[in-house]
C-alpha cells in the first residue's frame, strides 16, 4: 500500500481543523489581530482610506464609503442566515419544544439584562455614553462555538447545545434592540417595505419553490429597509423568515439555504466585517484611556455582566424547579459556558459602531472594551472548561478531533 505523502500528512490536521467549529473562532481571532496590527502600522493611512474614503457624494447613494457598503450592504447576508438559524429552531430545532426553549431563553434575557446593568454601573449613567448599553449584551455565535471547538470532545453535547440556543437567542435580542433603539423611521418607506415583506410571504404561502423570486425579493426589501431609517441588515432576517420550511416536494428550502450560506457568511462576510471594524489605531491611547468608562463599561458587561447574568438565572430557575440542568453537565460547566457568552466580537462591534456615529473616539473606545472583554471570556471560558470537565470518557483522544 502506498504511503501518503509528507504534502498529504502535513495539511491533514489543518483541513480538519478547516471543517472544525473551532475554525471560525481562530480565523475570528486572527482577522482581529491583523486588524489591530494593520490600524497601527505604515499602512494605517491606507486601511482607513480604504474603508472610510469618500466613494461619491452622499446625496447621490446613502452608501458612500466601502466601510458602509459592508455594514448596511454585505452584511445583509449575515443578519439572512441569522433569520434562518432562528427559523430553523423555531419551527423543528430546540426552540420548538417549549420545555427545552424555557431554559436558553431564560438564561439569554439575563444575559442580555445583566450586562446593560453592568455598564450603566460603570458609566454611572453618563449620558455620553449612553447610547453604548447595548454592546455588551450580544453573543458571537462563531467566536463562542469556536472557542469550545478547541475544546473538542471534552464538552458535553447538551451543553454545546445550550450555548447555540442562548446565542441564538440573543441574536434575536440583538436584532430586536438595533430596530428599536437604533433606527430612525421614515413612514413611506416603512409601508412599502411592509408591502414587499407582505408579498414574500404570499409567495410562501402559495407555494413558490424556486429560491430566486425570494433573492429578488430581498433585494428588493432591503432597499426599501435601508430608506426607510430602519437599519437595513433588518431586512436580512425579515427576508429569511418568508422562506419556505418545506417546498411542495419535501425538500427544506431554509435549509438548502442556509447550508449554502453558512460558509460564505462564516468565512467571508464576518472576517471582511471584522478586519473593516475591529482595527483601532491606538496613538495617542495610554493605559489611562484604557480605564476610561466606556471601554471598562464594555469589557466588564461581557466578563462580569453576561457570566453573572446567565449562571445566576440558570442556578436560579433550576433551583426553583422551573426549568432542568443541561443533561449530564456539572455546574462548573454551566459556569464555563456562562463565561463564553462574553464572547461579544461581531454583534458587539456592530451595534458599537450604530451607537456613536458622531464620535470616532467613542467608537475607538466601544472596540478596545469589546476586544478586552470577548478576550478575557474566551481565555477564562476555555480555562474553567478545561480544568473543571467531569467526563474523562470524553478526554480519550479521539482521531477525528483536530484539537485533542
Not at 475570528?28 to 491583523?34: D, R
Not at 422562506?243 to 460558509?263: C, F, Q, W, Y
Not at 471601554?295 to 458587561?301: F, K, R, W
Request: charge should be negative.
Amino acid at each position: 500500500m502506498a504511503q501518503p505523502s509528507f504534502l498529504t500528512v502535513a495539511v491533514r490536521p489543518f483541513k480538519a481543523l478547516f471543517k472544525a467549529d473551532a475554525f471560525e473562532g481562530i480565523l475570528l481571532i486572527a482577522v482581529a489581530i491583523i486588524a489591530m496590527i494593520v490600524a497601527n502600522s505604515g499602512v494605517a493611512g491606507s486601511y482607513f482610506e480604504l474603508f472610510n474614503g469618500y466613494l461619491w457624494p452622499k446625496e447621490s447613494f446613502y452608501l458612500n464609503t466601502l466601510h458602509l457598503w459592508i455594514n448596511d450592504g454585505l452584511m445583509v447576508i449575515f443578519f439572512f442566515v441569522v433569520g434562518l438559524e432562528v427559523k430553523r429552531e423555531l419551527i423543528a430545532g430546540n426552540l420548538s419544544d417549549p420545555q427545552q426553549r424555557n431554559l436558553p431563553v431564560i438564561a439569554a434575557i439575563a444575559g442580555m439584562a445583566v450586562p446593560i446593568l453592568v455598564f450603566f454601573g460603570v458609566t454611572g449613567g453618563d449620558a455620553q455614553y449612553r447610547a453604548g448599553m447595548a454592546i455588551p449584551a450580544a453573543t458571537d455565535i462563531a467566536f463562542a462555538m469556536g472557542v469550545i471547538g478547541l475544546l473538542g470532545s471534552r464538552v458535553p453535547k447538551a451543553l454545546r447545545l445550550f450555548l447555540l440556543t442562548v446565542a441564538i437567542v440573543d441574536d434575536i435580542g440583538a436584532v430586536a434592540i438595533i430596530a428599536i433603539f437604533y433606527s430612525d423611521p421614515k413612514m413611506m418607506w416603512l409601508i412599502i417595505s411592509l408591502v414587499v415583506l407582505v408579498g414574500m410571504f404570499a409567495m410562501n404561502r402559495y407555494g413558490v419553490s424556486r429560491m430566486w423570486p425570494f433573492i429578488i425579493g430581498t433585494v428588493i426589501l432591503w432597499y426599501c429597509v435601508l430608506n426607510s431609517g430602519v437599519h437595513a441588515t433588518i431586512a436580512g432576517v425579515l427576508a429569511a423568515f418568508t422562506i419556505p420550511m418545506r417546498t411542495k416536494d419535501g425538500n427544506s428550502m431554509v435549509e438548502d439555504a442556509e447550508h449554502a450560506l453558512v460558509p460564505w457568511s462564516a468565512y467571508l462576510v464576518v472576517p471582511i466585517f471584522g478586519f473593516a471594524n475591529a482595527g483601532v489605531s491606538l496613538e495617542g491611547i495610554g493605559l489611562n484611556n484604557l480605564l476610561d468608562p466606556l471601554p471598562l463599561a464594555v469589557a466588564a458587561g461581557l466578563v462580569i455582566g453576561k457570566q453573572v447574568g446567565i449562571f445566576t438565572a440558570v442556578w436560579g430557575s433550576v433551583k426553583l424547579g422551573i426549568v432542568k440542568k443541561p443533561e449530564g453537565c456539572s455546574w462548573a460547566e454551566v459556569w464555563g459556558v456562562a463565561i463564553l457568552c462574553g464572547i461579544g466580537f461581531t454583534m458587539s462591534l456592530f451595534i458599537g459602531e450604530l451607537a456613536f456615529p458622531g464620535s470616532a473616539l467613542l467608537r475607538d473606545e466601544a472596540k478596545i472594551g469589546i476586544l478586552m472583554g470577548s478576550l478575557i471570556s474566551a481565555l477564562l471560558g476555555y480555562a474553567i472548561l478545561r480544568m473543571t470537565t467531569t467526563h474523562p470518557d470524553a478526554l480519550v483522544d479521539d482521531p477525528n478531533d483536530p484539537v485533542v
